[in-house]
Nanobody, 127 residues
């Protein structure tokens, strides 16, 4: 049974940093794309960042470029999201996602690319 478990969320102040982790179990995702999405209260889920499985290329939403960094540790089957200079608008539930079927024609930013999802971790940034 495949599971993605996020951790590291919490309540921080504007300008603070956080590092989220997503630990995968049940299969190895070293060759698969993994991503972070977020959903703020009352809003649709939105793409944050992704890392490809083949080359390790990374992709970011414009709103987080320069502040967020995705990385992966294949030995630990874990992906990370380092967030700095956090803003109140970053407040959301952050979800980890993993690509199983490798739908290469589907953009990394599309939720349709990902087959497995974690339950999310809350990040709240106070002003």
């Amino acid at each position: 049974q495949v599971q993605l478990v996020e951790s590291g969320g919490g309540l921080v102040q504007t300008g603070d940093s956080l590092r989220l982790s997503c630990a995968a179990s049940g299969r190895t995702f070293s060759r698969n794309a993994m991503a972070w999405f977020r959903q703020a209260l009352g809003k649709e889920r939105e793409f944050v960042t992704a890392v490809s499985g083949s080359t390790g290329s990374t992709y970011y939403a414009d709103s987080v470029k320069g502040r967020f960094t995705i990385s992966r540790d294949n030995a630990k089957n874990t992906v990370y999201l380092q967030m700095i200079s956090l803003k109140p608008e970053d407040t959301a539930v952050y979800y980890c996602a993993a690509d199983h079927l490798q739908r290469t024609m589907v953009p990394y930013a599309s939720p349709r690319r990902y087959d497995y999802w974690g339950r999310g971790t809350q990040v709240t940034v106070s002003s």
